[in-house]
């Protein structure tokens, strides 16, 4: 997922929230707004929800929030609330009805690619809700604490401890993380929750290994690791290489085989680094834009 959404102004919508009407307080006399208001924190209550561009069920969506995941509102009607994520700073609007301002903060995250929560201790019983990778939830008492399997959950239920991390623990094998997202439906803003995108996968596994990491693609070609040449057949590229074309994003694995959540199968598959180039180019005019690479 990419195209920029840049203001002439200098400031990126995507990642300041402000609009004519009304504006962040922390944005006053940056940007111009008829009001400027302080940002109220809340968290996401659900097990997703998708962050639109604009507030509808049929405007576009911009990215995903996972349960737990903070979301400051400056602005609420007619049901939507619009804000910032916590997570990394994208603005968009969400239904009020999924956000809470009570809820109590995360003490870990969920590790596993998907986790059930159930009614029991057991998990013998129909769950509760289905969680995601990176969704934050809090653990009433130390996972390590106690008998059993399971975690109890201060929001209610139980997660088994096993797909369970403390906040500040990662996963640093984000190449791993990303390929047991494997067949995964492909959703244009998913992170996880009903499907991902391109570079919601990218988030999500560098997320995981904790490598703070914008949304976009065309913001991560500028964040995230450093840059390498870019090689126009493909050829020559390490395997964690992260390969960027126009609008699109994907993990190389290496001897040419390329992972990334593909809008021409709806879904996260591994293909020929040199296909991708080709269908890309002829689609786009252009392949391979930029190639980052952690821990260069």
Not at 8 to 19: C, E, K, M, V, W
Request: glycine share 12%; aromatic share 8%; hydrophobic share 40%.
């Amino acid at each position: 997922m990419s195209d920029a959404m840049n203001d002439a102004g200098g400031l990126d919508p995507r990642t300041h929230p402000f609009r004519g009407d009304i504006a962040a307080d922390f944005l006053e006399g940056k940007v111009e707004a008829q009001a400027f208001v302080p940002g109220k924190k809340h968290r996401l209550g659900v097990a997703w929800a998708p962050v639109m561009t604009k507030p509808g069920p049929v405007e576009l969506q911009a990215t995903e929030l996972l349960f737990g995941e903070a979301f400051t509102v400056f602005d609420d009607k007619d049901g939507w609330s619009w804000g910032q994520c916590g997570h990394d700073g994208y603005v968009g609007y969400v239904k009020t009805r999924s956000i809470y301002s009570n809820l109590p903060e995360p003490t870990h995250w969920v590790a596993a690619m998907r986790s059930l929560v159930f009614p029991d201790n057991k998990g013998e019983y129909p769950s509760l809700m289905s969680l995601s990778m990176m969704a934050r939830v809090s653990v009433e008492a130390s996972v390590e604490d106690g008998e059993g399997d399971y975690a109890k959950l201060a929001s209610g239920g139980w997660v088994f401890k096993k797909h369970l991390a403390a906040l500040g623990d990662s996963r640093p094998d984000f190449v791993a993380t990303a390929s047991v997202f494997s067949r995964t439906p492909y959703l244009w803003g998913g992170r996880g929750g009903q499907g991902i995108d391109c570079s919601g996968l990218i988030q999500v596994a560098l997320g995981a290994a904790g490598i703070d990491c914008p949304r976009d693609s065309d913001q991560q070609a500028e964040a995230i690791g450093v840059d390498v040449d870019v090689p126009e057949d493909g050829l020559g590229l390490e395997p964690g290489d992260i390969v960027f074309f126009p609008g699109h994003v994907g993990i190389h694995l290496g001897s040419g085989a390329f992972l990334h959540a593909s809008s021409a199968e709806m879904m996260v598959a591994t293909h020929s680094l040199s296909e991708v180039i080709e269908r890309i180019r002829k689609k786009k005019g252009q392949g391979i834009t930029r190639v980052r690479r952690l821990g260069a």
